[in-house]
């Protein structure tokens, strides 16, 4: 039986329940104690997940007990949960964004040095088997070498859903904190560090009406620009672009070379299926997947048959499974 790790949750709010429901299935975890500015929403989380104790922000942060702080807060407020959790010794993991500003980000890693403590942020989509398939496509060379890319997110926003959307459209809201670090996370896992990048952004509607409960009607200025479009090239050569929207509809990611393109159709979920256009393995013709493949008209994607595909080979050579290829931690 693993050691445990005594985990703190500060933010209980609506995506509080995917990391309570999700956490059960790893053995390690064990939720010790809630918090939340809102005591009323600890509570509530506290009382359906079984979780022992309910605690200000600065009790939970005092008690000897908790070891990791999980920070599930708004973006504003990463940075500064996650710099009180660390002065109090503890190891933390935020959800996306780490910090909304640079400056923030750097403070966090390097007090995290000082004390000797751990920092994890979300996302870690990337770890998932659609993403791992793609990995492994491109370092095959069975697409050759990749020297473009397009990742598009354009939605309408979340104030038609989500009970408390307004900071999407604060500062440290906005499409790229919200989105950006999945596609981002994606591709640099596919192609590297990003070397360089241009981009224009804007308020394309300066005000938002909440349509979700229990906000339905309030009026929400937009602080943040909700429409970004930009070029990045990679340290591998590819250029491409990226566009990330909370105004217009569109969702595309591809990552492509001279010969094929790949396509993970959702970064923000572990088990997206990955289409490809380069051969399925099968001995057929090339196929367009996310379809079937059409010699053997079994599914082609490119996440079944390169996992298939390995499994089979490892399993020949005895090999095992690589860290995080199949069981993943997706929250959405
Ligand atoms: N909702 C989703 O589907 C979703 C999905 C993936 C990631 N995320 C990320 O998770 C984070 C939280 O999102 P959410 O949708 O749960 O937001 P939310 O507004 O529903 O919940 C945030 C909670 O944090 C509390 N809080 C805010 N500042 C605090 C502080 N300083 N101290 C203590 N409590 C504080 C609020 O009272 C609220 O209960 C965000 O960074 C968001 O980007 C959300």
């Given at each position: 039986m693993p050691e445990k790790v005594k985990v703190g949750l500060i933010g209980c709010g609506a995506i509080s329940g995917a990391y309570l429901k999700h956490g059960k299935d790893f053995p390690i975890l064990d939720f010790v104690a809630a918090a939340d500015m809102n005591r009323a929403a600890a509570e509530a989380k506290a009382q359906e997940y079984g979780i022992p104790r309910v605690m200000s922000v600065e009790e939970l942060l005092a008690d000897r007990s908790v070891e990791l702080v999980l920070n599930l807060t708004v973006p504003k407020a990463h940075a500064p949960v996650a710099l009180a959790a660390i002065n109090a010794g503890k190891h933390t993991y935020a959800e996306k964004p780490l910090a909304i500003t640079r400056e923030d980000g750097r403070r966090i890693i390097d007090a995290a040095k000082s004390k000797g403590v751990l920092v994890g942020c979300a996302p870690d989509t990337f770890m998932g088997a659609g993403i791992q398939t793609a990995r492994k496509v491109v370092d095959s060379g069975r697409i050759g070498r990749p020297v473009g890319f397009t990742a598009f997110m354009l939605c309408k926003g979340h104030e038609h859903w989500?009970?408390?959307?307004e900071f999407y459209y604060e500062v440290g809201g906005g499409p790229v904190f919200d989105m950006a670090p999945y596609y981002l996370t994606a591709l640099m896992n596919l192609l590297?560090?990003?070397q360089r990048l241009t981009s224009q952004a804007s308020i394309q509607i300066p005000e938002r009406t909440i349509t979700?409960?229990?906000?339905?009607g309030k009026k929400v200025t937009v602080e943040t620009p909700d429409h970004v479009m930009g070029t990045l090239s990679f340290a591998g050569g590819a250029i491409g672009l990226l566009g990330m929207s909370f105004a217009a509809r569109s969702r595309r990611t591809t990552a492509s070379s001279r010969s094929a393109s790949l396509e993970p159709r959702a970064p923000c979920r572990c088990r997206t299926p990955t289409s490809s256009t380069a051969r399925c393995g099968c001995g057929g013709s090339r196929t367009r997947t996310g379809a079937t493949c059409r010699t053997n008209s079994r599914p082609a994607t490119a996440a079944r048959w390169g996992w298939r595909t390995w499994r089979t080979r490892s399993a020949r050579a005895g090999r095992s499974a690589p860290a995080g290829s199949r069981r993943c931690t997706c929250w959405t």
């Open positions: 989500h009970p408390s959307p590297g560090p990003v979700s409960q229990p906000k339905n």
